[in-house]
């Protein structure tokens, strides 16, 4: 009897939520299009986009494989004071595509309000690693947000502060479970899908059952915001449904002796400390103008870091992309 | 209590002879600073980041275990060397490549790509080569990343020079090939159809870099892959023998492909290839019938484009997808262009989307319409335009109409000067200017006396041109006006008047000389050659 009616109110819920959304749809000046908008902010919509396609293709994507309907025309707003973000209920903003992350007062105001009112902002590449510096074409799994995203959102609500996502959350999986098999991945099924090393470490330690790094701000009760390292890079497909761009890994190695070679092997860079998931720190070290090399753990172990790049490690890198963001729309759109 | 006395200096007098203590700490020394700087001197254990080797070392050492090491320290030594670019690490790496155990072999493999991809690639031809026979490594991982690296392998690899030869006993510098040596040759054409996906698609990409040509029987296995990525890429390969009749084959085979994607590259295929034969005009032909909007309206305006005549239900058909199309992604965007390859029909197809939802749809179909149907001739064709709401769909429609329409009538003019849009009533005053004289003395007042500075000031500029009678005295009130814009617009129209426009110019001056127009009318006039 009662999940009967757990069951009823989730329906009526989900029916309420669409029927807002198009009560949204009938208010706003555009005419008539199907599905529920996401709204992209560009504070210069000159601007150069890194990944253009990204979004437009996630959403058709998942028009394609979910009972969701999103327009896949995002909307692009450049001020947070536009009072078109009140009728659309998600708002995805590419930390990276903005010249700043700089808001005026009225800009933070209308953003909590936003956000109190249901809204869900989702800040991508809202996490980066300080070792990464300008180089916007990676990412790491860092888990604080970026100090730019720190300090913003700090003046939209003083009182919160980002929290990391459990990797029990209900966002990792709301959709798509677990990392993409071989059949997610279009392949045969006794194709090898990555290198040993690389499946490993994949599995159990960079994207153990489909989760990711992300943190996020509670707000009464619901989570209403999100940042993660970036993800729109896996986004984006061609007209003939081929991934774009190519993506590489950086995974961590072990080998006998590690732990004291890697101790005394010579080096000659600079080391930076990133925030793990357990919160202890990490200790990256760093060439000059080179990827960084290996990473001394809290737990006293060493490890390489290694790179590899293909056709394998990019199209399941983007498979994987997309499978979370999707399930990130997905978590916005049911809470 | 004297024994104790002796016993206590004694004990002291010993450890200064063993050196253990000082005689006497140093006047003023901090006993912190004293166990950090002077360590040996301490009793205290302090941990300090034990002396890292040199790069020499840590790369001899290395070197030494990939040689002699057991297996983990074999792979650890690989693994290690691909931090250190350089021509003694790559050595060792490529040495390493021949290593019994596949894991040393791909963590070397791993590491030479990770110094080609941080800028230090090795140059030594027959280094390289060693590199890329391993092509035809029996482990799957290995023969990955060489058909990965197979770019950046090329250039060494494919160096031509010169070798030195003894014959006869004399010394001999003979050119050599820049031609893949012939086993590698048959190593790549191998590879072609090798049993991972992965190498199939990489050695398909890059074959033509190596000058290795495709064979058209492989070609036409390739094109029945059972991998997705490689049937894209072959697909991508054919033109060299296009004309084959066993590719046709393929590829007619492939236009009724389950994958969409696939289905569309067979479109790009086959219009790239029409020249090789007709046959593909035909695919394209079959194409139009594609159960998908998207596949049928890429064949057709590719056929378009060839100057074929498009069937109207074809036609319709695209209509129908680009109005459901949500913006412009890539493709709707290519589609939307090509229509206006079909010519007359096209222009209803242009005519739908000018009421598109989406206003970058609009915008070009309202241009492409207007300029196929040569609709700036009549204005019930682009009046609707003017009322889009979107800005940039009405200033895109105008610059269209600017310098094309004739002469706007009184209906026109009076359908649009209430238009909420600032952009049109500027239009429609610009347009006075050779509109019909009922029509100017109908609204000419109405846009005169528009709220809008910009609208009036562009009206005051064609009453000006025109000089429709009793414009002098329009252009004299109008210099009254507290508006800068339009006091310097009805400047410009009495300075084109050299008689009584300068005249009356010279009595404003007289009278209103402190004014803000003033100064530039006394220069105006200086540089016609008139005293003010």
């Known amino acids: 009897m009662s999940k009967n009616f757990t069951t009823l109110l989730f329906l009526l819920f989900v029916f309420s939520m669409f029927e807002n959304v198009i009560k949204a749809q009938s208010t706003r000046p555009s005419r008539s299009e199907d599905g529920l908008r996401v709204m992209q902010l560009m504070k210069n919509p000159n601007g150069v986009r890194r990944y253009p396609d990204a979004l437009p293709s996630l959403l058709r994507i998942m028009n394609e494989q979910t009972w969701a309907k999103f327009d896949t025309d995002p909307l692009f707003i450049s001020e947070l004071t536009d009072e078109r973000i009140f009728e659309n209920p998600i708002l995805y903003i590419n930390c990276d595509d903005q010249t700043n992350l700089e808001f005026s007062t009225e800009e933070n105001q209308a953003l909590r309000r936003y956000m109190e009112l249901g809204g869900f902002v989702y800040l991508d590449a809202g996490i980066k690693a300080s070792f990464l510096g300008a180089d916007l074409g990676h990412s790491y799994a860092a888990w604080e947000e970026r100090p730019e995203v720190k300090e913003w959102f700090q003046e939209i609500f003083p009182e919160k502060a980002f929290i990391p996502l459990d990797r029990s959350h209900d966002l990792f999986r709301i959709f798509f479970r677990g990392l993409p098999k071989n059949a997610d991945l279009q392949i045969e099924a006794s194709q090898k899908r990555l290198p040993e090393t690389v499946l490993t470490f994949v599995e159990q330690e960079k994207w153990p059952q489909g989760t990711y790094s992300f943190v996020g701000i509670k707000v009464k009760g619901r989570l209403a915001c999100v940042a993660s390292p970036i993800c729109a890079m896996g986004w984006g497909r061609d007209e003939f449904g081929n991934w774009i761009p190519p993506i590489s890994f950086r995974i961590r190695e072990s080998a006998e002796n590690f732990d004291e070679n890697l101790k005394l092997a010579s080096f000659t860079g600079g080391t930076f400390e990133v925030i793990r998931e357990d919160g202890l720190k990490d200790i990256i070290y760093s060439e000059p103008g080179q990827r960084p090399a290996w990473v001394q753990e809290p737990t006293g172990r060493w490890r390489i870091f290694k790179y590899y790049s293909g056709e394998e490690i990019s199209n399941y890198a983007h498979s994987f992309y997309a499978r979370l963001g999707m399930n990130v729309f997905l978590y916005a759109l049911l809470n | ?532």
Not at chain 2, 224 to 237: E, F, I, N, P, S
Not at chain 2, 256 to 283: F, Q
Request: charged residues 25%; contains cysteine; hydrophobic residues 40%.
């Open chain 2, 1 to 532: 209590m004297r024994k104790i006395c002796y016993y206590c200096f004694l004990g002291h007098w010993l450890n200064f002879l063993v050196g253990q203590i000082p005689m006497a700490p140093p006047p003023l020394l901090n006993p912190i600073q004293l166990s950090e700087n002077n360590v040996t001197d301490s009793n205290e254990t302090v941990s300090h980041p034990p002396k890292r080797s040199s790069q020499l070392e840590t790369i001899q050492k290395a070197q030494i275990d990939l040689r002699h090491g057991e297996l983990g320290q074999r792979v650890g030594a690989a693994k290690l060397l691909g931090k250190y670019a350089g021509s003694l690490s790559s050595s060792s790496l490529i040495g390493a490549l021949d290593d019994r155990s596949a894991l040393v072999r791909r963590a070397s493999m791993v590491s030479l790509s990770e110094h080609f991809l941080n800028g230090y690639p090795v140059y030594d031809k027959s280094l390289v080569e060693k590199i890329f026979s391993k092509l035809g490594d029996s482990d799957v991982e290995v023969r990955r990343e060489v058909s990965t690296l197979i770019p950046r392998l090329v250039s060494p690899m494919m160096r031509g020079g010169v070798e030195r030869v003894v014959i006869n006993g004399r010394s001999v510098l003979r050119p050599t090939s820049a031609s893949l040596r012939p086993d590698l040759y048959a190593l790549t054409q191998r590879a072609f159809l090798d049993e991972d996906a992965i190498v199939r698609q990489n050695v398909l990409k890059y074959h033509s870099y190596l000058r290795v040509p495709l064979p058209p029987l492989s070609l036409s296995k390739l094109l029945r892959d059972q991998d997705r990525g490689v049937l894209l890429t072959a697909l991508d390969r054919i033109s060299m023998n296009a004309s084959q009749p066993r590719i046709m084959d393929e590829i007619e085979r492939l236009s009724r492909h389950e994958d969409r994607g696939v289905r569309l590259k067979v479109v790009d295929v086959a219009r790239d290839c029409n020249r090789y034969h007709t046959k593909y005009r035909s695919i394209l032909r079959s194409m139009t019938e594609d159960p998908d909007a998207e596949v049928t309206s890429m064949a057709a305006v590719e056929l378009a484009r060839f100057g074929e005549k498009i069937n109207p239900s074809v036609i319709e058909r695209i209509k129908n997808y680009l109005l459901s199309a949500k913006g412009m992604s890539s493709q709707v965007t290519t589609i939307l262009y090509a229509v206006s390859a079909m010519g007359s029909d096209g222009i209803g197809v242009y005519k739908s989307l000018t009421e598109h939802g989406s206003s970058r749809m609009r915008t070009i179909a309202w241009q492409r319409f207007l300029s196929l149907s040569s609709g700036w001739e009549n204005s019930q064709n682009w009046i609707p335009a003017l009322r889009d709401r979107d800005e940039g769909v009405r200033k895109a429609v105008v610059n269209t109409l600017r310098g094309r329409i004739k002469g706007l009538d009184r209906a026109t003019l009076g359908s649009l000067v209430e238009s909420p849009n600032e952009d049109v009533r500027k239009f429609l005053a610009e347009s006075l200017i050779d509109a019909e004289q009922e029509a100017v003395e109908a609204y000419g007042f109405d846009l005169l006396i528009d709220e809008e500075s910009h609208v009036r000031a562009s009206t005051i500029r064609s009453l000006g041109a025109r000089r429709s009678p009793g414009w002098l005295k329009i252009m004299e009130r109008s210099l009254l006006d507290d508006e800068y814009v339009i006091q310097r617009a009805a400047m410009d129209a009495l300075l084109a008047e050299p008689v009584r426009g300068i005249s009356v110019l010279q009595e404003y001056l007289s009278q209103n000389p402190q004014s803000r127009i003033s100064s530039m009318i006394r220069i105006e006039l200086q540089r016609s050659g008139v005293q003010p």
